[in-house]
């Protein structure tokens, strides 16, 4: 079945870089693109950007722009986000979602979340 | 950009109807397709409208969407509510340079 699985929790300091994995499988990973939400506790979805899978062009959330960075590797079907500089309200749980068209931008399914905690 | 403007609570009782609306503050909100996602508490989102009013499969047709031009808003409507929809509900949508939008989310209590 269509499916993402990404890696699990981390724990960071303010100051340093936090990188998340997102393995897909039981569809063409290079045939749709990945985008990222991130939900900081207790609040509501915040779209972070995409990237093909195709060509690696990315598309980055403007309040992100400079920090984020996201990759993927098509031999092993993984997509990568990397958050630098982390502060304290980085603190979230952040999903991969696969974008079913860039025509309609609609995110099904989603990865099962990867909390990552940013604490001194 | 434009916002996506959502209640931030709404309560109805099992087996009536209820209504969520998600509000495009800027640009025409049939411009874009609009999606909504359903969060269950500690859970993942799940689809349950995409393209406006297009309901993936499993999902039942108690669900349905639709947009009003008038009020610039998409509504995702809920019929028969059962103590199972509890949850939060996210409308989302994109501008023209693909930059996403998702509304603020609206917490629905069944009681």
């Known amino acids: 079945q269509v499916q993402l699985v990404q890696s699990g929790a981390e724990v960071k300091k303010p100051g340093a870089s936090v990188k998340v994995s997102c393995k897909a499988s039981?569809?063409?990973?290079?045939?749709?693109?990945i985008s990222w939400v991130r939900q900081a506790p207790g609040q509501g979805l915040e779209w972070m950007g995409w990237?093909?899978?195709?060509?690696?062009?990315?598309n980055y959330a403007q309040k992100l722009q400079g920090r984020v960075t996201m990759t993927t590797d098509t031999s092993t079907s993984t997509a990568y986000m990397e958050l630098r500089s982390l502060r304290s309200d980085d603190t979230a749980i952040y999903y991969c979602?696969?974008?079913?068209?860039?025509?309609?931008?609609?995110?099904?399914?989603w990865g099962q979340g990867s909390l990552v905690t940013v604490s001194s | 950009n434009f916002m996506l403007t959502q209640p931030h609570s709404v309560s109805e009782s099992p087996g009536k109807t209820v209504t969520i609306s998600c509000t495009r503050s800027?640009?025409?909100?049939?411009?874009?397709?609009v999606q909504w996602y359903q969060q269950r508490p500690g859970s993942v989102p799940t689809t349950v409208i995409y393209?406006?009013?297009?309901?993936p499969s499993g999902v039942p047709d108690r669900f349905s969407g639709s947009i009003d031009s008038s009020s610039n808003s998409a509504s995702l409507t809920i019929s028969g509510l059962k103590t199972e929809d509890e949850a939060d509900y996210y409308c989302?949508?994109?501008?023209?340079?693909?930059?996403?939008?998702f509304g603020g989310g609206t917490k629905l209590t069944v009681l």
């Open positions: 979602a696969r974008e079913v068209s860039v025509l309609n931008h609609w995110f099904d399914p």
């Open positions: 039981g569809f063409i990973f290079t045939s749709y693109g």
């Open positions: 990237i093909s899978t195709y060509n690696g062009n990315t």
């Open positions: 800027s640009g025409s909100i049939a411009s874009n397709y």
């Open positions: 393209e406006d009013d297009q309901r």
């Open positions: 989302q949508s994109y501008d023209s340079s693909g930059h996403v939008v």
